[in-house]
């Protein structure tokens, strides 16, 4: 149970909606599979300027959804499950 | 596969396989260093970014983990402060696989708050490439502050950052929701900044809350100091406690936090402002401490 209200995926409309089909088909082409949005990203939707930053933060971390960078010595997810460890979050 | 991420195990025995022999030494130094990053980031100094060099870590990769610190900041603040259960899909949750509440690491090994002195000689600690200052950055910055920014010139190495961190000052001009007041806005990121130690933003967010407020600022200083805000209102305090917590221990957000916002006659839009005004903050304050970015001459108002 989250703790408040959210805008459902296919009940966004304007922008809300161009930002959940971003990031669905971002996280669908990563996965290899048709993935609703996470629900992360949902806890913004009832101010849509928020919802667009994780959004313009998904196309940053994935090349705008392509998941072609090139990898470092240490696993992007790594430095990610890192900060969420330190930070007891593992979502 | 490493084996810190398998399941069935506990902060402490992750902590352990950390600092054991089983991973890559440069995975541990990526680990001490975003420890710090997220439980003190004022006491990171440029012999931090000296010893993962040593370490064989280079430039590019230190600034590309402060940006990567500072976009997972706001995923873990706005998972936390909505409420988010583990999902199979999520970013962290897939690959662990494990109940979050085995996990309170922010209870483990927490660092005393930090006064530590900071030089920084020349714009950051870290190399840069102005080749990728672009002319549609030196465009906005222009328009917005006469200059280019030091945050922007500190993270040239990670130029594909550029468009989340010009959204992130766009998005801290003002409140996004009409139910957060820009007085509480201004509030809230002097104090997110103050929690976080944040040399960078310290005069811009001195500034900002000047131009709704001239007192606030000593009021909020004492407030800090004294652990009490009753100089402010009863709303302005619970918009307070909420940011304060989720700078600390994100974690730690119940819906009670939401129930008090409603309680005061603010709503769910001011929590969610509230939520990324800290979060967003945060994130900028962090990495700027990380990589030593130098102050501007000016502050980051638009102009």
Redesign the interface.
Known sequence: ??????VAEEEATGSLKQDFEFVSGS?SKA?NMK?PT???????T??P??F???A??N???T?DGQHDQKP???P???????????????? | MLPFIYPGQDAKAILEDVQSASIPDVHKLMFNWIESFTRDSSSLTQGDINKLLQGGVSHQEIVEWANIAATQTWFVMSADGGGIPLEGNAVTGSVIGLEREKYHAAEVLTSPASDTEVQINDLSWVDRDDSHIGSELKDWASRRYGFVPNFFMANTLAAGYFRRHILALELLDQPQSKSLGVEQHALVRRLVNRLNKGRYFDQTTVDYLKCQNPQAEVLLAQGIAQGDFSAFTEQDRVVLAFAEKLVKNAYKVTASDVKRFLDVGLDEEAYVDVLNTTSIQTSMDRTANALGIKPDEKSLIVK
């Open positions: 149970m989250t703790y408040i209200t959210r996280y996965m993935v996470p629900q992360v990203y949902t806890t913004n009832i101010v300027a928020y667009r930053f994780g313009v933060q196309r940053v971390l090349n470092g010595q240490v992007n997810i790594l430095v990610n499950f890192a900060l969420s460890f330190y930070s007891s979050c593992f979502y």
